[in-house]
Structure formats: C-alpha cells, structure tokens
C-alpha cells in the first residue's frame, strides 16, 4: 500500500501540516480513541459519531492577501440519512466506494481549543490506520466557526497503513476543533482504527477510582458497571469500582450484576448504607477512594445515566495533561432524545446565587438537526464554574486539599464543591466529546416538588459560604419565587421554603445529624397540602364542567411592562378573594403541565395540573388565608435574614472545615449506628 501527499489538493496555508512517519504513540499518548456507533443505533444517535450527509463538504479558497478565507459547500449528492460507513466494531468501519463521510462530529471531533486552554500541550497528532484507497482530509475551524482546510492525502494500494499527522494547538486561543473525513472513489477504505494523540505520554498515573452511588435503580447500575468492564482499555486504567447502595431494591440482587461483577473482580465494592442522599453517596465515594485505594483520579457518575466509555478515557487523559490541577467534567446528553446536548456547560450568577446555563449557549441542541460542522456556537469555548455530578473527575490532590462535600442531602453539593474549589485555584472544565446520557430536565420541575426544600436550603448554604456581602438579589428573587409559588397554588412548595429557611437561619450544626432523617420530614411535610399529594389521574375527582372547546382555550401570556403588572395586580386581587364552594370539590378546569402558568393558575379557584412527567396530576385549590399567612412568614424569614446575613456568613465559614473533614464524615455519619 502507498500513501502519498495530493498533489493538488485544496489550497492551504503555508503553515499546513506535513505527514509524519508513524510513531510508536502508546496508550499513555491517546487522548480520544476514534468511536463509533453501536450496532443498531438509529441515525439520530450516529449522527453523535460521524456525519453522514455528504452535502456539507467544505473546502476553502484563498483570497486575495489580506481577505478572509471563503467557504464553499458543496450541496451536490447530498443524500440525508443514507448510511454511508459500515461499522465493524466500536473502533472500525468501512466506507463504502463513492462515498463521503466526515468524523467532524460530537464523539470524533478533537475539541482542541480546550486542550489549547487547559493542557500542556502545544501540538496533537491525528494517527489512523487505514486499508484500501480513498482520501484522508483534515480541517480546523476558527471560534466563530468558520472552516479551514488543513491538510489532505490520498491513500491506495494493498495492504494497511498508517497515516499520521502533526497539527498544531496554538490558532486556537478562543475556541474552534480539528476533525477528518474519509473520502472514495472507485474502491472502498477501511478504517481499522484511530485516535488523536499527544507527542509525548502522559504525566503521572491513569488510577481511577470511579464512584455511582445509587438508590433503587438497581438495573441502571447494573447496566453501568457492564459498560465499564466491557472495555478492556477502560478497565486497565480503573482501579476500584465503589458502589454505595443507599436503596431497599439492592444491586446485588438484579439480574446481570453477577456478570458485571465477574468482569470488575476484586475493583468492585459495593457498600450499604441508609439513605444519605447523593452527597451522602459521594462522600462515602471519595472516603473510601482516598483512605483504601491507591487512586490518582476519583470520577463521580450518577446511577441513572448510559455511559460512553471512551469519555472515561478521555477524562483522565485530560486530567493527566492539564496544567495544574483541575476537575474535569463531562456535558449532558438525553436519554430521551439520544442527539441532543442538553447543557454545554454552567455558571452560577453570584448576586442572586443561582446556577444557568453558560452564556451564548443553547440547552437542548439537537446534533441530529444541526451538527457540530453547521452549528457555530459550538465552536467558542465555553468556561464553567462547576460540572454536576452526573459525571465529574476530581484529582486526589484536589479532594486532598478542599476537603470532602458538604452534608446537604441533594442539590448544590457539586456548584458548592466547585466554587470551593475555585476559590483555591482549581478550575472545572466541561469538556465536549467527553459526556454522558442522563434523563433530560425538561420532563421535570423538581424546584416545587419535596426537592424544593433543598433547592432553597442549600441554595442559602452555598451563597453563604461563597456569595455576596450583600443578599439583596437572593432575597428579591426568593420572594418573585414565593409569589410564583403561591399564584400556582404550590402551597407545599411554600411551606418547604419556609421549612428550608427555617433550618438554614439555625445554623449549620444539625447538618450532619439531619442527614438521614431529614427527606422524611420533607416529605411529611409536603403531604400535608394537596398539591404534595399526586393523584394517578385527573379522573378521580370529578370532571371539570367546562365544555371542549373552552377546556382546551388557554390566555396568551401578557407581553409589555404595563400589561404584565395589570395581570400580576389581578392576580394577587383574585388570590385574597374568597373562593366559588363549588370549585372546592369539583375542579373549575384541568390544565396540562405545559400551560401550568401563574396568569392560567392565578385566576382559578381549583384545577387538577398535571405533573411535567405526565404521570399524574395534582388537584390544586386556592386558599386566601393560606396566601396571606404564607407570604407574609416568607417576608419575615427574609427580613431575618438580611438582617443577620454577616453573622450567618461567619457561623457557616467557620463550620466549613469540620463539614467537609473525612474525620467529621466518618464520625457522625459512617461510623454512626444506622
């Protein structure tokens, strides 16, 4: 087989990258293995691996010195949903003659600006191992994500061969990615394999210590160790698997654990323990990662998530190289619709201590209908503050130095861990092309179901220790929120903040004593209020009388200051007002979760709402006096707060040390009779 340079390729700058010999680049060199998709997956989710429309080819022309670069697009042949690479394996595939098919896709793209920023690394080497003959083409794209060509070779002959080239990290200060396509003519070209590597290996140890607490989805669980120890190049760099089963339906007793755990052997561990939460499960995770294991790496992953492996090794390839110290985290995918990203990355907004999607990008984007190549935000690199938990590596050194996470039950615990750990000097990348699947947030409010005392609690925690010397905005959004709650007859929701609030002004002492015991409270308290107590259907209480069309006619929502305050100002009237009796066991209407709004809501007297999941509903009905005594104890708490938040603040920052200490955890919560 031969492997030569185009001799009239594309035009490219004269900085373009010439081919190499092939290196002898270990294991501790590969940053990202070249993954494809598993047999069976619709084109949705292949479309995460490669791209397969052959209609966006891009080339580029030089122009006169001085003018930008021009793109082209070639829209002939373009054939949307035609499989044009036949998998062989997770790491082979073959193109088929007269085809086209770009890897400048989510898994396979080299996402360089962020290697540029945070690693040690001024250069990457694409290496691939090719047989039969086509054309290997590499492109880079700019932050603004505008494309450049970079460098092309034709490959053909008998035999296999490596092709490898050297590009270089340094044009992308702001943001852009490498990726290659595979191009034939008359014969197909077989791709045996490939990755993106570093010239040189990687510093210190691949030692993983990866941690799942769980609580009742034994199958997930099952599911997930099965996917570690399905890869034997993820295994080797795995040296314990700790499980911390907080549930009554046990890991141990699902169908396949047996397999999973055969494959793992002795790296399993799975540990009882009563229900601690998530940061209860993590903490007893990074417990016994740093007192039993020799680990150099501790990766935190949910336990209702479908895992790529390869972004196991990617994590800690890019933990290896990085500069100092930093966590690593890995975005959100939906189970629910495979080809979407549901968040890029997050920052928390440090006046009214909330955390939002990063600024200038998307949340749910779906890749099936706009890939990485015609999509260009993606390209900007995108700063966090923190990564949730649903996948995260903290380094030992990291973990070491910060300390263990706080006793909060759930909620917060990973920004809170984040910004402390900010505030020492390790920053978090959320890194694309390392992610995981996990249930898609839009299919659930969880800031007013019994999580909502959490939210608010840990919200207060967290701003405590590293929010503003003044709560003005904290407290103005807390109160916006209150009255949302109450116009949507989210009665519980209140009575839950009140209880949060409650518990946050009594300082930090309880923390370690409530944590096991404090989700009973919650949820005794939530069933108090009628909408804390799902039914399975609207069907059984009465029917609303309203006939079909005005059942299914909803109010737009008011646009303009002046109208939104009109109908706000309605809204509260109506809500002091004393109710119709005959909404009280008859609901006036059923309203779907998606029109739940407080201008729907706030002018009712009852209605059965159903949840976001869809699997119930809930029959709200409003109460004047309930409105009024609950406003005005929120008001109060606030006001309390405000006015002792520099002694709030002191109590909690001293407490930090000793909530986040292995002694304290161990102590009062391990070693505690259960």
Known sequence: ??????????????????????????????????????????????????????GIRLTTMPSAPGEAVKKVLNLAGSAIGARRLQTTSRTSAVVSEQSEVSFGAYFNAFAASY????????????????????????????????????????????GRRQVEVVLDLRPFEDGGWYWFDLTTDTESLTLHGGGWYAPVPAPGRAAVAIGMPTFNRPSDAVATLTAIG????????????????????????????????????????????????????????MYEALENTECEQILYMDDDILIEPDSILR?????????????????????????????????????????????????HHDLADRTLRQTPWLHRRTDVDYNAWWMCMIPRVVAEDIGMPLPLFIKWDDAEYGLRARAKGYRTATVP???????????????????????????????????????????????????????????????????????????????????????????????EYDDGRPLDSATQVPLSELDALAAQAFPDPPTGKVAIVKGLAQSIVHNLRAPNPAHHDVPQRNVPSRQAQWFIL??????????????????????????????????????????????????????????????????QVFDRPS
């Open 115 to 158: 290697w540029r920023r945070w690693s040690t690394l001024v250069e990457v080497r694409l290496r691939l191992d090719v047989e039969g003959a086509g054309r290997v083409d590499v492109y880079r794209t700019k932050a603004d994500g505008s494309h450049i060509f970079e460098y092309g070779e034709v490959v053909s002959g008998p």
């Open 433 to 527: 092309g390392i992610a995981i699947w996990h249930m898609s947030f839009m299919e659930k409010d969880d800031t007013s179901d019994w999580q909502a005392y959490f939210h608010y609690r840990n919200r207060y925690i967290a701003a405590a220790l590293h929010g503003p010397d003044n709560p003005r905005a904290l407290l103005l959004d807390t109160i916006k929120r209150t009255m949302r709650h109450l116009m949507l007859m989210e009665y519980s929701a209140v009575a839950l903040q009140e209880m949060a609030l409650r518990d946050f002004l009594a300082g930090p002492d309880a923390l370690f004593a409530n944590l096991p015991t404090v989700l009973g409270e919650v949820r005794k308290k939530r069933a």
């Open 230 to 285: 399905s890869d034997p190049m993820v295994l080797d760099s795995v040296v314990a698997v700790i499980v911390p089963d907080q549930g009554t339906k046990k890991v141990r007793d699902e169908p396949g654990y047996e397999a999973a755990a055969a494959r793992l052997g002795s790296k399993l561990r799975i540990i009882d323990q009563p229900n601690l939460g998530g940061s209860g499960g993590y903490a007893r995770i």
């Open 1 to 54: 087989m031969t492997t030569t340079a185009d001799p009239t390729p594309a035009p490219a700058p004269a900085s373009q990258p010439a081919p190499v010999q092939p290196s002898e680049l270990g294991t501790d060199s590969l940053l990202q293995r070249v993954i494809l998709p598993r047999s069976g997956d619709p084109m949705s989710v292949r479309s995460l691996y490669m791209d397969e429309r052959t």
């Open 315 to 363: 994590a800690t390839a890019f933990s290896r190289f990085s500069r100092t110290p930093m966590l690593v985290g890995g975005q959100m995918l939906s189970l629910q619709a495979r080809s979407q990203l549901s968040t890029m990355g997050e920052v928390v907004d440090r006046n009214a201590f909330l955390w939002r999607n990063a600024p200038g990008t998307e949340p």
């Open 602 to 667: 706030s002018r009712l007297d009852s209605a059965t709402v159903s949840t976001p999941d869809g699997r119930g509903v809930t029959f709200r009905r409003r109460d004047p006096a309930l409105f009024r005594a609950m406003f005005g104890r929120s008001l109060s708490q606030l006001r309390e707060i405000g006015r002792q938040w520099p002694e709030l603040r002191r109590r909690y920052r001293e407490a930090a040390p000793e909530l986040t200490s292995r002694e304290a955890w161990n102590k």
